[in-house]
Protein backbone atom coordinates (compact mmCIF):
# COMPACT_ATOMS: atom_id res chain seq x y z
CA UNK A 1 0.00 0.00 0.00
CA UNK A 2 2.87 2.07 0.68
CA UNK A 3 4.19 2.20 -2.84
CA UNK A 4 0.81 3.39 -4.21
CA UNK A 5 0.58 5.88 -1.30
CA UNK A 6 4.23 7.32 -2.78
CA UNK A 7 2.69 7.35 -6.53
CA UNK A 8 -0.24 8.96 -5.63
CA UNK A 9 1.29 11.79 -3.70
CA UNK A 10 3.87 12.08 -6.71
CA UNK A 11 0.97 11.87 -9.19
CA UNK A 12 -0.97 14.70 -7.21
CA UNK A 13 1.95 17.02 -6.99
CA UNK A 14 2.09 16.86 -10.75
CA UNK A 15 -0.78 17.78 -10.94
CA UNK A 16 -0.85 20.22 -9.34
CA UNK A 17 2.57 21.84 -10.81
CA UNK A 18 0.60 21.30 -14.26
CA UNK A 19 -2.86 22.60 -13.36
CA UNK A 20 -0.91 26.05 -11.54
CA UNK A 21 1.49 26.64 -15.18
CA UNK A 22 -2.03 25.74 -17.01
CA UNK A 23 -4.37 28.34 -15.19
CA UNK A 24 -0.98 30.94 -15.20
CA UNK A 25 -1.14 30.50 -18.99
CA UNK A 26 -4.91 30.41 -19.17
CA UNK A 27 -5.94 33.59 -17.57
CA UNK A 28 -2.93 36.30 -16.97
CA UNK A 29 -3.33 39.07 -18.87
CA UNK A 30 0.48 39.27 -20.46
CA UNK A 31 -0.35 35.92 -22.01
CA UNK A 32 -3.41 37.55 -23.35
CA UNK A 33 -2.78 37.72 -27.37
CA UNK A 34 -0.71 34.35 -27.45
CA UNK A 35 -3.64 32.59 -26.14
CA UNK A 36 -5.58 33.96 -28.46
CA UNK A 37 -3.34 32.19 -31.40
CA UNK A 38 -2.47 29.16 -29.83
CA UNK A 39 -5.81 28.34 -27.68
CA UNK A 40 -5.06 25.29 -25.36
CA UNK A 41 -2.00 24.46 -27.27
CA UNK A 42 -0.38 27.14 -24.98
CA UNK A 43 -1.44 26.20 -21.87
CA UNK A 44 -1.08 22.06 -22.42
CA UNK A 45 2.17 22.93 -23.62
CA UNK A 46 3.38 25.32 -21.31
CA UNK A 47 1.74 23.03 -18.05
CA UNK A 48 3.64 19.92 -18.85
CA UNK A 49 7.11 22.12 -18.79
CA UNK A 50 7.77 21.94 -15.64
CA UNK A 51 6.61 18.70 -15.27
CA UNK A 52 9.54 17.82 -17.20
CA UNK A 53 11.54 19.77 -15.68
CA UNK A 54 10.67 18.69 -12.23
CA UNK A 55 10.91 14.79 -13.19
CA UNK A 56 14.36 15.48 -14.95
CA UNK A 57 15.51 17.20 -11.68
CA UNK A 58 15.07 14.01 -9.97
CA UNK A 59 15.26 10.90 -12.77
CA UNK A 60 18.70 10.80 -12.19
CA UNK A 61 18.95 10.93 -8.53
CA UNK A 62 18.67 7.12 -7.74
CA UNK A 63 21.10 6.61 -10.25
CA UNK A 64 24.14 8.16 -8.22
CA UNK A 65 25.32 5.20 -6.22
CA UNK A 66 27.29 7.65 -4.06
CA UNK A 67 24.48 8.78 -2.39
CA UNK A 68 22.59 5.96 -2.08
CA UNK A 69 25.70 4.60 -0.23
CA UNK A 70 25.34 7.87 1.41
CA UNK A 71 21.83 6.64 2.48
CA UNK A 72 22.47 3.89 3.30
CA UNK A 73 24.88 4.92 6.16
CA UNK A 74 22.08 7.63 7.15
CA UNK A 75 19.21 5.20 7.01
CA UNK A 76 20.97 2.41 8.11
CA UNK A 77 21.52 3.76 12.00
CA UNK A 78 17.88 4.75 11.87
CA UNK A 79 15.63 2.11 10.15
CA UNK A 80 16.58 -0.79 8.95
CA UNK A 81 13.30 -1.42 6.93
CA UNK A 82 13.21 2.15 5.68
CA UNK A 83 16.91 1.66 3.96
CA UNK A 84 15.62 -1.92 2.46
CA UNK A 85 12.90 -0.13 0.95
CA UNK A 86 14.36 2.56 -0.29
CA UNK A 87 17.07 0.13 -2.02
CA UNK A 88 14.43 -2.28 -2.93
CA UNK A 89 12.72 0.88 -4.68
CA UNK A 90 15.33 2.35 -6.47
CA UNK A 91 15.20 1.03 -10.12
CA UNK A 92 10.91 1.23 -9.55
CA UNK A 93 11.77 4.80 -8.46
CA UNK A 94 13.95 5.39 -11.80
CA UNK A 95 11.26 3.28 -13.79
CA UNK A 96 8.76 5.29 -12.69
CA UNK A 97 10.22 8.46 -13.18
CA UNK A 98 10.90 6.94 -16.68
CA UNK A 99 7.57 6.16 -17.52
CA UNK A 100 6.26 9.36 -16.29
CA UNK A 101 8.74 11.44 -18.50
CA UNK A 102 7.84 9.69 -21.69
CA UNK A 103 4.02 10.35 -21.04
CA UNK A 104 4.65 13.87 -20.44
CA UNK A 105 7.00 13.98 -23.15
CA UNK A 106 4.44 12.84 -25.52
CA UNK A 107 1.90 15.08 -24.24
CA UNK A 108 4.26 18.01 -24.53
CA UNK A 109 5.12 17.14 -28.24
CA UNK A 110 1.41 17.03 -29.05
CA UNK A 111 0.31 20.47 -27.89
CA UNK A 112 3.42 21.39 -29.77
CA UNK A 113 2.15 19.95 -33.38
CA UNK A 114 -0.77 21.87 -33.13
CA UNK A 115 0.84 25.32 -31.33
CA UNK A 116 2.75 24.63 -34.93
CA UNK A 117 -0.66 24.61 -36.79
CA UNK A 118 -2.21 27.29 -34.79
CA UNK A 119 1.12 29.61 -35.52
CA UNK A 120 0.41 29.80 -39.18
CA UNK A 121 -3.15 29.45 -39.41
CA UNK A 122 -3.62 32.27 -36.81
CA UNK A 123 -1.23 34.44 -38.37
CA UNK A 124 -2.08 37.80 -38.00
CA UNK A 125 0.41 40.89 -39.28
CA UNK A 126 -0.91 43.34 -36.66
CA UNK A 127 1.26 41.29 -34.41
CA UNK A 128 4.03 39.23 -36.27
CA UNK A 129 6.36 40.05 -33.66
CA UNK A 130 4.48 37.31 -31.05
CA UNK A 131 4.06 34.96 -34.24
CA UNK A 132 6.68 32.18 -34.41
CA UNK A 133 5.62 31.70 -38.12
CA UNK A 134 6.78 34.54 -40.52
CA UNK A 135 2.85 34.25 -42.41
CA UNK A 136 -0.47 31.81 -43.32
CA UNK A 137 2.07 29.97 -45.80
CA UNK A 138 4.90 29.11 -43.77
CA UNK A 139 6.22 25.76 -43.50
CA UNK A 140 4.67 23.73 -41.33
CA UNK A 141 8.15 21.56 -41.77
CA UNK A 142 10.27 24.68 -41.50
CA UNK A 143 9.24 25.42 -37.91
CA UNK A 144 9.58 21.84 -36.90
CA UNK A 145 12.70 20.96 -38.64
CA UNK A 146 14.89 24.09 -38.94
CA UNK A 147 14.25 26.03 -35.47
CA UNK A 148 15.98 25.66 -32.32
CA UNK A 149 12.82 24.75 -30.92
CA UNK A 150 10.82 22.34 -33.08
CA UNK A 151 14.58 20.17 -34.27
CA UNK A 152 15.49 19.82 -30.36
CA UNK A 153 12.05 18.89 -29.60
CA UNK A 154 11.95 15.92 -32.64
CA UNK A 155 15.47 15.16 -31.15
CA UNK A 156 14.59 15.01 -27.62
CA UNK A 157 10.95 13.07 -28.65
CA UNK A 158 13.20 10.20 -30.55
CA UNK A 159 15.67 10.19 -27.70
CA UNK A 160 12.95 9.37 -24.98
CA UNK A 161 11.22 6.75 -27.34
CA UNK A 162 14.90 5.03 -28.58
CA UNK A 163 15.48 4.74 -24.59
CA UNK A 164 12.36 3.54 -24.18
CA UNK A 165 12.67 1.07 -26.72
CA UNK A 166 15.94 -0.19 -25.75
CA UNK A 167 15.06 -0.17 -22.05
CA UNK A 168 12.20 -3.26 -22.86
CA UNK A 169 12.90 -6.61 -20.96
CA UNK A 170 13.60 -8.43 -23.99
CA UNK A 171 15.94 -5.99 -25.45
CA UNK A 172 17.65 -5.61 -22.01
CA UNK A 173 18.21 -9.31 -21.46
CA UNK A 174 19.01 -10.22 -25.39
CA UNK A 175 21.01 -6.72 -26.41
CA UNK A 176 22.64 -4.84 -22.84
CA UNK A 177 25.13 -3.45 -24.46
CA UNK A 178 22.37 -1.61 -26.99
CA UNK A 179 20.47 -1.12 -24.09
CA UNK A 180 23.40 0.64 -22.49
CA UNK A 181 24.25 2.64 -25.25
CA UNK A 182 20.75 3.91 -25.79
CA UNK A 183 20.62 4.80 -22.21
CA UNK A 184 23.77 7.23 -22.93
CA UNK A 185 21.52 9.31 -25.15
CA UNK A 186 20.04 10.70 -22.14
CA UNK A 187 23.37 13.30 -22.45
CA UNK A 188 21.56 14.31 -25.67
CA UNK A 189 18.53 14.83 -24.32
CA UNK A 190 19.73 17.08 -21.62
CA UNK A 191 21.76 18.85 -24.06
CA UNK A 192 18.77 19.34 -26.47
CA UNK A 193 16.80 20.39 -23.31
CA UNK A 194 19.00 23.53 -22.74
CA UNK A 195 19.24 24.32 -26.78
CA UNK A 196 15.30 24.26 -26.36
CA UNK A 197 13.67 27.54 -25.60
CA UNK A 198 16.10 29.61 -27.53
CA UNK A 199 13.82 30.32 -29.88
CA UNK A 200 11.69 32.29 -27.76
CA UNK A 201 8.38 30.97 -28.83
CA UNK A 202 6.62 32.02 -25.19
CA UNK A 203 6.51 35.81 -25.36
CA UNK A 204 4.21 37.84 -23.04
CA UNK A 205 2.73 41.10 -23.24
CA UNK A 206 4.89 43.66 -21.40
CA UNK A 207 2.64 47.14 -21.81
CA UNK A 208 -0.24 46.25 -20.29
CA UNK A 209 -0.54 49.65 -18.26
CA UNK A 210 -0.66 51.47 -21.74
CA UNK A 211 -2.42 48.45 -23.76
CA UNK A 212 -5.09 46.51 -21.94
CA UNK A 213 -6.13 43.39 -22.80
CA UNK A 214 -9.33 44.26 -24.96
CA UNK A 215 -7.73 47.37 -26.62
CA UNK A 216 -7.58 44.83 -29.75
CA UNK A 217 -11.21 44.61 -29.99
CA UNK A 218 -11.68 48.17 -30.24
CA UNK A 219 -13.25 49.81 -33.31
CA UNK A 220 -10.87 52.17 -35.06
CA UNK A 221 -13.66 54.48 -35.67
CA UNK A 222 -14.47 54.17 -32.11
CA UNK A 223 -11.43 54.72 -30.74
CA UNK A 224 -10.58 57.50 -32.87
CA UNK A 225 -14.11 59.41 -31.08
CA UNK A 226 -13.22 58.35 -27.60
CA UNK A 227 -10.44 60.32 -25.76
CA UNK A 228 -10.88 57.86 -22.47
CA UNK A 229 -10.49 54.80 -24.74
CA UNK A 230 -7.64 56.69 -26.44
CA UNK A 231 -5.90 57.39 -23.13
CA UNK A 232 -6.29 53.60 -22.25
CA UNK A 233 -4.92 52.00 -25.46
CA UNK A 234 -2.37 55.01 -26.04
CA UNK A 235 0.18 52.22 -27.49
CA UNK A 236 0.32 49.45 -29.39
CA UNK A 237 0.61 46.06 -27.56
CA UNK A 238 5.01 45.22 -27.10
CA UNK A 239 6.31 42.04 -26.19
CA UNK A 240 9.20 40.25 -24.64
CA UNK A 241 10.39 37.10 -24.11
CA UNK A 242 11.91 37.27 -20.18
CA UNK A 243 14.66 35.48 -18.15
CA UNK A 244 14.26 31.57 -18.41
CA UNK A 245 15.25 30.28 -15.37
CA UNK A 246 13.63 26.55 -15.62
CA UNK A 247 16.64 24.95 -16.88
CA UNK A 248 17.84 24.87 -13.40
CA UNK A 249 16.27 22.44 -11.93
CA UNK A 250 17.14 19.95 -14.50
CA UNK A 251 20.70 21.26 -14.41
CA UNK A 252 20.70 20.31 -10.43
CA UNK A 253 20.13 16.89 -11.33
CA UNK A 254 22.45 16.56 -13.75
CA UNK A 255 25.12 18.29 -12.43
CA UNK A 256 24.75 15.90 -9.40
CA UNK A 257 24.62 12.79 -11.63
CA UNK A 258 27.83 14.05 -13.14
CA UNK A 259 29.52 14.39 -9.65
CA UNK A 260 28.78 11.26 -8.93
CA UNK A 261 30.13 9.38 -11.92
CA UNK A 262 33.24 11.36 -11.96
CA UNK A 263 33.92 10.49 -8.08
CA UNK A 264 33.44 7.10 -9.05
CA UNK A 265 35.58 7.27 -12.17
CA UNK A 266 38.59 8.49 -10.06
CA UNK A 267 37.85 6.26 -7.50
CA UNK A 268 37.89 3.09 -9.83
CA UNK A 269 41.01 3.91 -11.31
CA UNK A 270 42.86 4.37 -7.77
CA UNK A 271 45.38 2.17 -6.53
CA UNK A 272 42.49 1.45 -3.35
CA UNK A 273 40.38 -0.04 -5.88
CA UNK A 274 42.61 -1.41 -8.29
CA UNK A 275 42.14 -5.21 -8.77
CA UNK A 276 44.52 -8.61 -10.49
CA UNK A 277 42.77 -11.64 -12.03
CA UNK A 278 43.66 -14.51 -9.68
CA UNK A 279 41.20 -17.20 -10.95
CA UNK A 280 39.06 -17.07 -13.74
CA UNK A 281 37.32 -20.22 -15.08
CA UNK A 282 33.55 -21.71 -16.72
CA UNK A 283 31.45 -22.93 -14.44
CA UNK A 284 28.99 -26.17 -15.38
CA UNK A 285 25.70 -24.65 -16.67
CA UNK A 286 27.53 -21.90 -18.63
CA UNK A 287 28.69 -20.00 -16.07
CA UNK A 288 31.64 -18.24 -15.20
CA UNK A 289 33.91 -18.10 -11.93
CA UNK A 290 35.88 -14.63 -10.87
CA UNK A 291 38.34 -14.22 -7.87
CA UNK A 292 39.69 -10.94 -8.18
CA UNK A 293 42.37 -9.48 -5.45
CA UNK A 294 42.71 -5.76 -4.14
CA UNK A 295 45.97 -5.10 -4.78
CA UNK A 296 46.36 -2.22 -1.69
CA UNK A 297 47.53 -4.15 1.48
CA UNK A 298 44.80 -2.69 3.50
CA UNK A 299 41.91 -4.97 3.58
CA UNK A 300 38.64 -3.54 1.64
CA UNK A 301 35.33 -3.76 4.09
CA UNK A 302 32.98 -5.73 1.60
CA UNK A 303 29.94 -7.08 3.59
CA UNK A 304 27.40 -9.98 2.83
CA UNK A 305 24.74 -8.92 0.37
CA UNK A 306 26.71 -6.07 -1.56
CA UNK A 307 27.71 -5.95 -5.29
CA UNK A 308 30.05 -4.69 -7.30
CA UNK A 309 29.85 -3.10 -10.97
CA UNK A 310 32.51 -4.91 -13.10
CA UNK A 311 34.40 -3.62 -16.51
CA UNK A 312 36.36 -5.75 -18.68
CA UNK A 313 38.45 -3.22 -21.12
CA UNK A 314 38.74 -6.15 -23.28
CA UNK A 315 34.91 -6.02 -24.17
CA UNK A 316 34.10 -2.68 -23.72
CA UNK A 317 35.71 0.46 -22.49
CA UNK A 318 32.24 1.58 -21.15
CA UNK A 319 29.84 -0.96 -19.90
CA UNK A 320 29.61 -1.56 -15.91
CA UNK A 321 27.34 -4.98 -14.92
CA UNK A 322 26.32 -5.40 -11.50
CA UNK A 323 26.99 -9.00 -9.61
CA UNK A 324 26.68 -9.70 -6.28
CA UNK A 325 30.14 -10.73 -4.04
CA UNK A 326 29.70 -14.21 -2.98
CA UNK A 327 33.01 -13.84 -1.24
CA UNK A 328 34.53 -11.34 0.49
CA UNK A 329 37.76 -9.88 2.11
CA UNK A 330 39.04 -10.91 5.29
CA UNK A 331 41.71 -11.12 7.67
CA UNK A 332 43.79 -13.48 5.60
CA UNK A 333 42.82 -12.56 2.05
CA UNK A 334 41.82 -9.00 0.63
CA UNK A 335 39.63 -10.63 -2.57
CA UNK A 336 36.09 -10.81 -3.84
CA UNK A 337 34.71 -13.65 -5.65
CA UNK A 338 32.12 -13.36 -8.27
CA UNK A 339 29.66 -16.06 -10.16
CA UNK A 340 28.34 -15.20 -13.13
CA UNK A 341 25.49 -16.26 -15.23
CA UNK A 342 25.57 -16.04 -18.76
CA UNK A 343 22.41 -14.11 -19.68
CA UNK A 344 23.46 -11.55 -22.58
CA UNK A 345 25.85 -10.22 -24.88
CA UNK A 346 28.85 -9.31 -22.69
CA UNK A 347 28.17 -11.98 -20.07
CA UNK A 348 28.23 -14.10 -23.35
CA UNK A 349 31.74 -12.59 -24.41
CA UNK A 350 33.24 -12.90 -21.13
CA UNK A 351 32.58 -16.41 -21.03
CA UNK A 352 34.19 -16.99 -24.33
CA UNK A 353 37.38 -15.09 -23.44
CA UNK A 354 37.49 -17.36 -20.28
CA UNK A 355 37.36 -20.53 -21.89
CA UNK A 356 39.70 -19.68 -24.65
CA UNK A 357 41.90 -18.89 -21.81
CA UNK A 358 41.25 -22.07 -20.29
CA UNK A 359 41.84 -23.96 -23.87
CA UNK A 360 45.12 -21.76 -24.07
CA UNK A 361 46.34 -23.06 -20.87
CA UNK A 362 45.38 -26.39 -21.11
CA UNK A 363 47.28 -26.67 -24.49
CA UNK A 364 50.32 -24.79 -23.73
CA UNK A 365 50.70 -24.70 -20.17
CA UNK A 366 51.11 -21.92 -16.81
CA UNK A 367 54.54 -21.16 -17.88
CA UNK A 368 53.83 -19.31 -21.16
CA UNK A 369 49.90 -18.30 -20.30
CA UNK A 370 49.84 -15.16 -21.48
CA UNK A 371 46.19 -14.30 -21.99
CA UNK A 372 45.24 -12.76 -18.44
CA UNK A 373 41.93 -10.55 -18.40
CA UNK A 374 41.75 -7.54 -16.85
CA UNK A 375 39.47 -5.87 -14.51
CA UNK A 376 38.04 -2.64 -12.91
CA UNK A 377 36.05 -2.96 -10.08
CA UNK A 378 33.26 -0.02 -8.86
CA UNK A 379 31.74 -0.46 -5.45
CA UNK A 380 30.98 -2.15 -3.17
CA UNK A 381 27.34 -1.05 -2.75
CA UNK A 382 24.43 -1.88 -0.50
CA UNK A 383 21.51 -3.51 -1.37
CA UNK A 384 18.14 -5.01 -0.22
CA UNK A 385 20.02 -8.32 0.87
CA UNK A 386 22.47 -6.48 2.72
CA UNK A 387 19.94 -6.65 5.86
CA UNK A 388 19.96 -10.36 5.94
CA UNK A 389 21.62 -11.14 8.80
CA UNK A 390 19.06 -8.41 11.50
CA UNK A 391 16.10 -10.75 10.92
CA UNK A 392 15.65 -13.66 13.37
CA UNK A 393 13.60 -15.90 10.66
CA UNK A 394 14.52 -15.64 7.15
CA UNK A 395 13.07 -17.60 3.92
CA UNK A 396 15.30 -17.15 0.95
CA UNK A 397 13.96 -17.64 -2.92
CA UNK A 398 16.46 -17.89 -5.39
CA UNK A 399 15.96 -18.21 -9.35
CA UNK A 400 19.59 -19.38 -10.74
CA UNK A 401 21.99 -16.86 -10.58
CA UNK A 402 19.76 -15.74 -8.16
CA UNK A 403 21.01 -17.83 -5.89
CA UNK A 404 24.51 -15.44 -5.39
CA UNK A 405 23.56 -13.18 -2.64
CA UNK A 406 22.26 -15.80 -0.75
CA UNK A 407 26.09 -17.71 -1.46
CA UNK A 408 27.55 -14.25 0.02
CA UNK A 409 25.25 -14.44 3.31
CA UNK A 410 27.08 -18.55 3.54
CA UNK A 411 29.98 -17.74 3.29
CA UNK A 412 29.52 -15.10 6.25
CA UNK A 413 27.80 -17.83 8.33
CA UNK A 414 30.86 -19.74 7.59
CA UNK A 415 33.68 -17.52 8.45
CA UNK A 416 31.82 -15.49 11.50
CA UNK A 417 29.78 -17.22 14.27
CA UNK A 418 26.65 -15.08 13.96
CA UNK A 419 23.71 -15.76 16.12
CA UNK A 420 21.13 -14.34 14.02
CA UNK A 421 19.15 -15.23 11.54
CA UNK A 422 17.67 -18.10 14.06
CA UNK A 423 16.17 -20.19 11.41
CA UNK A 424 16.71 -20.04 7.73
CA UNK A 425 15.15 -21.84 4.49
CA UNK A 426 16.33 -21.44 0.71
CA UNK A 427 14.03 -23.00 -2.04
CA UNK A 428 16.67 -22.72 -4.79
CA UNK A 429 15.04 -23.24 -7.94
CA UNK A 430 16.93 -23.68 -11.62
CA UNK A 431 16.34 -25.03 -15.21
CA UNK A 432 19.66 -27.14 -15.13
CA UNK A 433 20.78 -28.96 -12.14
CA UNK A 434 24.78 -28.15 -13.00
CA UNK A 435 23.99 -25.05 -11.22
CA UNK A 436 23.39 -26.68 -7.92
CA UNK A 437 27.41 -27.99 -7.97
CA UNK A 438 28.06 -24.14 -7.93
CA UNK A 439 27.83 -24.03 -3.94
CA UNK A 440 26.93 -27.46 -3.16
CA UNK A 441 30.34 -27.63 -0.76
CA UNK A 442 29.13 -24.02 0.76
CA UNK A 443 25.95 -25.66 1.64
CA UNK A 444 27.11 -29.25 2.61
CA UNK A 445 29.42 -27.44 5.20
CA UNK A 446 26.84 -24.96 6.30
CA UNK A 447 24.56 -27.96 7.46
CA UNK A 448 27.23 -30.04 8.65
CA UNK A 449 28.47 -26.95 10.68
CA UNK A 450 24.84 -26.50 12.43
CA UNK A 451 24.00 -30.62 12.88
CA UNK A 452 27.19 -30.12 15.20
CA UNK A 453 26.19 -27.16 17.06
CA UNK A 454 23.28 -29.94 17.70
CA UNK A 455 20.86 -27.15 15.82
CA UNK A 456 20.23 -29.38 12.31
CA UNK A 457 16.50 -27.19 12.18
CA UNK A 458 18.50 -23.73 11.96
CA UNK A 459 18.95 -24.28 8.12
CA UNK A 460 17.03 -26.40 5.77
CA UNK A 461 17.04 -26.24 2.15
CA UNK A 462 14.82 -27.48 -1.09
CA UNK A 463 16.28 -27.66 -4.46
CA UNK A 464 14.04 -27.51 -7.53
CA UNK A 465 15.35 -28.62 -11.16
CA UNK A 466 12.05 -27.77 -13.14
CA UNK A 467 13.17 -28.63 -16.69
CA UNK A 468 13.96 -32.21 -18.11
CA UNK A 469 14.54 -33.98 -14.58
CA UNK A 470 16.38 -36.87 -14.46
CA UNK A 471 17.26 -39.03 -11.33
CA UNK A 472 20.06 -40.74 -13.22
CA UNK A 473 22.00 -37.45 -13.47
CA UNK A 474 21.62 -36.60 -9.55
CA UNK A 475 22.88 -40.12 -8.73
CA UNK A 476 25.76 -38.44 -11.16
CA UNK A 477 26.60 -35.43 -9.96
CA UNK A 478 25.55 -35.29 -6.53
CA UNK A 479 26.91 -38.68 -5.25
CA UNK A 480 29.88 -36.70 -2.70
CA UNK A 481 26.83 -34.53 -1.78
CA UNK A 482 24.17 -37.16 -0.11
CA UNK A 483 22.35 -34.49 1.90
CA UNK A 484 21.57 -31.99 -1.14
CA UNK A 485 20.86 -35.20 -3.38
CA UNK A 486 18.03 -36.12 -0.98
CA UNK A 487 16.75 -32.17 -0.89
CA UNK A 488 16.75 -31.93 -5.44
CA UNK A 489 13.08 -32.32 -6.07
CA UNK A 490 11.33 -32.30 -9.98
CA UNK A 491 9.53 -29.46 -11.28
CA UNK A 492 8.62 -26.04 -9.81
CA UNK A 493 7.60 -25.26 -5.76
CA UNK A 494 3.96 -25.60 -4.65
CA UNK A 495 3.81 -22.85 -3.20
CA UNK A 496 0.60 -22.92 -1.50
CA UNK A 497 2.30 -26.12 0.45
CA UNK A 498 5.41 -24.24 1.63
CA UNK A 499 3.59 -21.01 2.75
CA UNK A 500 1.43 -23.55 5.13
CA UNK A 501 4.20 -24.91 6.56
CA UNK A 502 5.66 -21.71 7.08
CA UNK A 503 2.37 -20.73 8.70
CA UNK A 504 2.28 -23.49 10.79
CA UNK A 505 5.80 -23.39 12.18
CA UNK A 506 5.57 -19.77 13.08
CA UNK A 507 1.77 -18.94 14.19
CA UNK A 508 1.67 -14.53 14.74
CA UNK A 509 5.57 -14.39 14.43
CA UNK A 510 7.56 -12.20 12.17
CA UNK A 511 9.37 -14.25 8.63
CA UNK A 512 11.09 -12.14 6.37
CA UNK A 513 11.53 -13.44 2.68
CA UNK A 514 13.83 -12.17 0.19
CA UNK A 515 13.91 -13.79 -3.74
CA UNK A 516 15.66 -12.45 -6.67
CA UNK A 517 14.51 -13.77 -9.93
CA UNK A 518 12.27 -12.96 -12.88
CA UNK A 519 9.96 -10.56 -12.45
CA UNK A 520 6.81 -13.30 -12.72
CA UNK A 521 8.41 -14.67 -9.24
CA UNK A 522 8.44 -11.98 -7.72
CA UNK A 523 5.26 -10.67 -8.05
CA UNK A 524 3.88 -14.24 -7.01
CA UNK A 525 5.63 -14.51 -3.65
CA UNK A 526 4.92 -10.70 -3.18
CA UNK A 527 0.57 -12.10 -3.93
CA UNK A 528 1.68 -15.01 -1.59
CA UNK A 529 2.80 -13.33 0.95
CA UNK A 530 0.02 -10.58 1.30
CA UNK A 531 -2.34 -14.04 1.56
CA UNK A 532 -0.94 -16.03 3.68
CA UNK A 533 -0.63 -12.60 6.36
CA UNK A 534 -4.00 -13.67 7.19
CA UNK A 535 -3.30 -17.25 7.86
CA UNK A 536 -1.33 -15.65 11.18
CA UNK A 537 2.28 -15.21 10.43
CA UNK A 538 3.49 -11.96 9.50
CA UNK A 539 5.39 -12.33 6.30
CA UNK A 540 7.81 -9.40 4.94
CA UNK A 541 8.49 -9.41 1.31
CA UNK A 542 11.92 -7.99 -0.21
CA UNK A 543 13.66 -8.75 -3.37
CA UNK A 544 16.95 -7.79 -5.53
CA UNK A 545 17.14 -7.67 -9.32
CA UNK A 546 19.77 -6.56 -11.49
CA UNK A 547 17.99 -7.33 -15.09
Wanted: proline share 4%; aromatic share 14%; hydrophobic share 40%.
Amino acid sequence: MFKYFLAFVWIGFNFVVFCKAFSNYHHEPEYYYLSKILGNGLCVSRGTAPVLNLTMALITLPMCRSLNVALNGAFGRWSVRVLVFYLEKIKVLHLALGAGLIIVGVIHSIAHFVNIHNFIENYDEKYDSINWASGQDDSRLRLLLATPTGFSGCVMLTTLLAIAYFSSRQMRDRFYNSFFAAHHLFLLFYGMMFYHPLSNIIKYQTNLKTHPNGCDMVDEAVLRNDTVLQAICSEEPAFGSGEKMAWIWPLIGLSVYLLDVTCRYLTTHSSSRKVATLQSHVLPGKGIYLRLRFTRTKRVPVSAGQYVLLQCPAISTLEWHPFTVIDFPTTIHNTVSLAISVRGDWTQRLYELVSERERYKHDYGVEICRRRIDFLLDGPYPSAMTSMLKYKRIVYVGAGVGITPFAGFVRHMLNFDAKWPTRIHLIWIVKNAEMFTWFADELTKLQERFWKQNKPDRFTLKLFWTQNFNQNLVEEYFSDYPTLKARIFPGRPKWDDIFLDFVTLYPRKAVTLFSCGPKGLTKELKSLCRRYRKHGCNFSYFHEGFG
